[in-house]
């Protein structure tokens, strides 16, 4: 089983920037995406790349802000993060989903995910 762990976490100024990574262990490459949960709200989809990095989405509240990339020979899955707003303070969580064919697939539902990462704070103070 896949182990996905999180780091880049913290917090910053609204307008500042982080870098979320996510590093899945093995050699397995998994089509991946980040979700986030703020204080009592549901977990909701932020950033999704398929396997081959060549597309990708993006939630509406994060389009031109956040970028999420990918190294597959580091395993390793990133999120920038820029022009941080308050409404960005959240438990960012990577996730992986098995895939092998649909190479260039994206996937953006929660539900669709096999396994997830233990998390990593992100507080945008204002």
């Known amino acids: 089983q896949v182990q996905l762990v999180e780091s880049g976490g913290g917090l910053v100024q609204a307008g500042g920037s982080l870098r979320l990574s996510c590093a899945a262990s093995?050699?397995?490459?998994?089509?991946m995406g980040w979700f986030r949960q703020a204080p009592e709200k549901e977990r909701e989809f932020v950033a999704a790349?398929?396997?081959?990095?060549?597309?990708?989405d993006y939630a509406d509240s994060v389009k031109g802000r956040f970028t999420i990339s990918r190294d597959n020979a580091k395993n390793t899955v990133y999120l920038q993060m820029n022009s941080l707003k308050p409404e960005d303070t959240a438990v960012y969580y990577c996730?992986?989903?098995?895939?092998?064919?649909?190479?260039?697939?994206?996937?953006?539902?929660?539900?669709?995910?096999?396994?997830w990462g233990q998390g990593t704070q992100v507080t945008v103070s204002s």
């Open positions: 093995g050699r397995t490459i998994y089509a």
């Open positions: 790349i398929s396997r081959n990095g060549g597309s990708a």
């Open positions: 996730a992986a989903k098995s895939v092998v064919f649909a190479v260039s697939v994206y996937y953006n539902k929660a539900t669709e995910y096999d396994y």
